[in-house]
């Protein structure tokens, strides 16, 4: 534990699972305090069982009052936030001329306006001290034309929108906001994700279905879910100071700029 880092404290959303539990747990093992929130409670007590003292917030995070109580809870517990990751995401595959009002609010009410809300909380806070880094999780849907992932690539590009005005408002404050852009992980999300495109196109060699999309990535293989998280606690805890409203790809060359 270098003395850098012994004292920060992060939150971690969507933590219950995928990349999120592995942002925490790197996180840990570089001595910082972690609280972990999602909606799924084993899923975050199976992840706070990697480290001693981890603050679990169980919840649905698109709730009123969710975030402020979240970021409240972590300021209680140790007097300070100095990270933000927000990472919880959800995503559903259906043809564009059949979208429903449910998904779309689904998708938007945790993608979109629970991390501007954990922004808006979390950012007041490390106003207030001065200091502080938050990470959105974006991905390369969100500059793409999929039209039967509408909702989540428009959620997606509301996360690039957040972070630009995120990192305006909050630069002069000391408080550095960026973005990371994750490439294909197989996680839960993404794997019933391929399912079910894979079942739209009428595909039942879902193996070599799998396999022609990593084909389409320039390196040629798909996204180790630590490598990924790596480069988020990158740039939550080493990334230079000037770095600030950028968005990182970690896409293997599926996102070029
Ligand atoms: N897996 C990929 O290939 C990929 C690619 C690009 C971007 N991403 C993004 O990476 C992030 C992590 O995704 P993942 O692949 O680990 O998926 P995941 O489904 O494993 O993790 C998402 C987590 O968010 C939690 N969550 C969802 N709705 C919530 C709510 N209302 N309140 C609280 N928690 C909630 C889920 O319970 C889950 O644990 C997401 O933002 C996703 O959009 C993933």
């Known amino acids: 534990m270098t003395e850098r880092n012994e004292q920060r404290t992060a939150l971690v959303t969507g933590a219950g699972g995928g990349m999120g539990r592995e942002i925490a747990h790197q996180l840990i093992a570089r001595g910082v305090r972690?609280?972990?929130?999602?909606?799924?409670?084993?899923?975050?007590?199976?992840?706070?069982?990697a480290g001693d003292g981890v603050a679990h917030l169980p919840g649905d995070l698109t709730r009123e009052g969710a975030a402020e109580t979240a970021v409240s809870a972590v300021a209680e517990r140790w007097g300070r936030i100095d990270i933000l990751v927000n990472n919880a995401g959800y995503g559903v595959i259906e043809p564009f001329l059949e979208m429903t009002l449910k998904s779309w609010e689904?998708?938007?009410?945790?993608?979109?306006?629970?991390l501007a809300m954990l922004t808006v909380a979390a950012g007041n806070a490390m106003?207030?001290?001065?200091?502080?880094?938050?990470?959105?999780?974006?991905?390369?849907?969100?500059?793409?034309?999929?039209?039967?992932?509408?909702?989540?690539?428009a959620s997606k590009a509301a996360v690039d929108s957040i972070t630009r005005a995120a990192a305006v408002a909050l630069a002069p404050h000391g408080v550095l906001v960026n973005s990371l852009?994750?490439?294909?992980?197989?996680?839960?999300?993404?794997?019933?994700?391929?399912?079910?495109m894979a079942r739209m196109e009428g595909r039942d060699d879902f193996e070599t279905f799998l396999a022609e999309r990593t084909r389409r990535i320039p390196l040629g293989r798909r996204a180790e879910i630590a490598e990924v998280a790596a480069?988020?606690?990158?740039?939550?805890?080493?990334?230079?100071?000037?770095?600030?409203?950028?968005?990182l790809n970690m896409s293997g060359g599926l996102d070029k700029d």
Not at 106 to 114: E, H, K
Not at 232 to 239: E, N, P, Q, R, S
Request: hydrophobic share 50%; glycine share 6%; proline share 5%.
């Open 34 to 49: 972690v609280a972990i929130a999602d909606i799924n409670a084993a899923g975050l007590a199976e992840t706070a069982a």
């Open 106 to 114: 689904r998708t938007l009410g945790i993608n979109v306006t629970a």
């Open 127 to 153: 106003k207030a001290a001065g200091r502080g880094r938050i990470v959105n999780i974006t991905s390369p849907a969100s500059r793409m034309a999929l039209p039967n992932y509408a909702a989540y690539s």
């Open 181 to 196: 852009a994750p490439g294909m992980m197989d996680t839960e999300m993404q794997r019933s994700t391929e399912a079910t």
């Open 231 to 247: 480069a988020v606690v990158w740039l939550a805890l080493d990334a230079p100071d000037y770095l600030v409203a950028e968005r």
